[in-house]
C-alpha cells in the first residue's frame, strides 16, 4: 500500500504539466515537499496496518503469543520458553525483500521496499536496481516526487511482461520518464558519499540505491526440516497448491511463506483455504481463480489468464487494439498503449490478455471475469459497452478477435437474433438514446436495407 499511496501523490504531481496543453496556467509553479510527502506516506501506511490489527490481534487476548516460532515436530511449536501442542499449524510468515550478497558492503547506502518509506525524506537520485512490478511502480513514483531516477534490470523485460509486443510497448511508453537500462549486468562502487553505477556502457553516479530484485519467504529458523518433507533451495516445505496442505501433515501454508507471484488477493485466497482445511482437519481441494496480475504504474500493466509464452501459438488467434483512438483516453490524454487479447481457435473462448494502457486495473477484471465464466469472443461481445469510457477498448480487441476467428469482424456479432415473434413490434430505442444505443440501431437499419 505505501508504494499505492507514493504512486497517487506523484500522479498528483505530475498533473501540473498538462494544464499548460489545456490552457491552464501556474502549474509550473507546484513543488514537493519531500519530507511532508513521505510523512503522508507513512501515516497511510501506519493507519492500514492498523485496520489490520483492529480487525485481527486486538480481540485475541491471551491467544496472541509474540515471538519467534520454530516447528519441534508436525504437531508441536516452541515460542521462546513455551512449547504449544497443535492439532494444526498454518505457516503464513511473509516474505522479505532479498539482496545479493555482493551487495552486502554498500548496506548504509542501500534501500528496500521494506526501509524507503522510513526515510525522513528523498535523495536527490537514486538506482532502482531490478524492474519488476515493485521496482517499476517505485522508481515511476521517486520520479514523479522530483527524484533524478534510473531504471537497471539485467533481463529484457519490464514488470514480468510476457508478451512481447506489450512489453515493447510498455518499454517505450515508461523510458520517457527516466532512463531504462536493460539486458545487461549491473556493477557498483563507492563514490564519495555515494555510488557508481555502471551497467554495460552506460554509467551514473547516485546518492542511494533501491534493491528490487525479488522477495524471499521468511522461513530462516523456522525448522520446517524437521517436518520430514521435501524443501527447495528457498526452504518452502513441498505442498498442495489446491489443499495448502504440506505432503500429508497437519500443516499448511499460505501466502508469500508459500513463494511463487503472490499477491494481497491470491495470498487471502491461500489463507481461508489453509485455514479451512486447518480447522477441519481435511486436505477439500478447491478450483484456483482466474491469474490476475496488475501493475499501478502509469499507464497500468496488466495480465490476466494464460500467459503468452505458455500458449500454443499455432491454436490461439490474438486481437489487438491500440489506445490511440480510444475516445475517453483521447479526452484525457491518456491514450498510449495497447491491449491483446488471446482466444482458442477451435472453441472461440477467451483464453487470457496482456495489457498496458490508462485504467488496464480496471479492464483487466472485466475480462478476469469473462475467463472465470468461460466467455467466448461473441458472447463477450453481446455485453453492454457505453461510449466513451476505456472499456471499448476491450469491444474494439474482440472485434479484432472475431476477424481473426470468423473472417467477418461484422459489428452485427454483438447482437443475439430474436425470431420473428419476440421481434416484433419495433418501436425504436426510444427517446433517451445515447450514442452507443443510437448507434446500434444504426447498424441494424443499415443491415436491413
Known amino acids: 500500500m505505501p508504494s499505492k499511496v507514493a504512486l497517487h501523490l506523484a500522479e498528483t504531481h505530475n498533473n501540473r504539466a498538462h494544464g499548460s496543453k489545456l490552457g491552464i496556467e501556474g502549474g509550473e509553479g507546484i513543488r514537493v515537499d519531500r519530507a511532508q510527502t513521505m510523512e503522508r506516506i507513512r501515516d497511510l501506511r501506519d493507519m492500514f496496518v492498523d485496520l489490520i490489527l483492529a480487525n485481527t490481534t486486538d480481540d485475541m487476548g491471551d ?75 517505485l522508481a515511476q513514483a521517486l520520479h514523479g516526487l ?41 556493477r557498483i562502487e563507492r563514490q564519495g558519499d555515494g555510488f557508481r553505477v555502471r551497467s554495460g556502457e552506460r554509467e551514473t553516479e547516485v546518492e542511494k540505491l533501491l534493491v528490487a530484485v525479488g522477495r524471499h519467504p521468511n522461513l530462516r529458523g523456522l525448522g520446517q526440516e524437521r517436518l520430514g518433507v521435501t524443501t527447495d533451495r528457498q526452504g518452502i516445505p513441498e505442498y498442495h497448491p489446491h489443499t495448502m496442505q504440506v505432503g500429508d501433515l497437519p500443516v499448511y501454508i499460505a501466502g508469500d511463506a508459500a513463494g511463487g507471484l503472490s499477491t494481497l488477493q491470491r495470498a487471502a485466497d491461500q489463507g481461508r483455504i489453509a485455514g479451512y482445511n486447518a480447522v477441519r482437519g481435511d486436505a477439500t481441494a478447491f478450483k484456483p481463480k482466474t491469474n490476475m496480475s496488475i501493475v499501478f504504474c502509469s499507464p ?6 494464460a500467459r503468452w509464452s505458455d500458449l500454443d501459438q499455432e491454436a490461439i488467434a490474438v486481437g489487438q487494439v491500440r489506445f490511440g483512438p480510444v475516445g475517453r483516453a483521447v479526452i484525457t490524454g491518456r491514450n498510449r498503449g495497447i491491449l491483446r487479447l488471446y482466444a482458442d481457435k477451435r472453441s472461440g473462448h477467451i483464453l487470457g ?60 456479432v454483438q447482437f443475439e437474433r430474436l425470431d420473428p415473434v419476440a421481434a416484433a413490434p419495433a418501436h425504436g430505442p426510444g427517446f433517451l438514446a445515447p450514442l452507443h444505443s443510437a448507434r446500434a440501431w444504426g447498424q441494424r437499419l443499415f443491415v436491413g436495407r
Not at 514488470?159 to 517505450?172: G, L, Q, S, T, W
Request: aromatic share 8%; glycine share 10%.
Open 63 to 137: 491467544k496472541l503469543i509474540e515471538g519467534y516460532a520454530e516447528l519441534v515436530d508436525p504437531h508441536t511449536i516452541r515460542v521462546g520458553d513455551q512449547t504449544i501442542h497443535t492439532g494444526a499449524t498454518v505457516i503464513a510468515t511473509g516474505a522479505r525483500s532479498f539482496v545479493p550478497p555482493e551487495w552486502y558492503p554498500f548496506e548504509d547506502g542501500l534501500l528496500t521496499v521494506e526501509t524507503l518509506f522510513d526515510q525522513e525524506t528523498l535523495p536527490e537520485s537514486i538506482a532502482v536496481l531490478g524492474l519488476g512490478p515493485m521496482g517499476i511502480e
Open 353 to 412: 490478455a496482456a495489457m498496458v494502457g490508462a485504467e488496464c486495473e480496471h479492464l483487466a477484471h472485466l475480462v478476469a471475469w469473462a475467463l472465470e465464466t468461460g466467455m467466448t469472443v461473441t458472447e463477450a461481445l453481446r455485453m453492454p459497452y457505453y461510449h466513451p469510457v476505456y472499456e471499448e477498448a476491450i469491444q474494439d480487441a474482440l472485434y479484432d478477435l472475431d476477424r481473426h476467428l470468423n473472417g467477418t469482424g461484422s459489428s452485427m
Open 300 to 305: 497500468n500493466v496488466a495480465s490476466v489468464g
Open 146 to 186: 522530483g527524484v533524478r531516477v534510473v531504471g537497471v534490470e539485467r533481463g529484457d523485460t519490464i514488470a514480468r511482461i510476457n508478451d512481447p509486443i506489450v512489453n515493447k510497448m510498455a518499454i517505450e511508453i515508461m523510458a520517457r520518464d527516466f532512463p531504462l537500462w536493460l539486458g545487461a549486468g549491473v
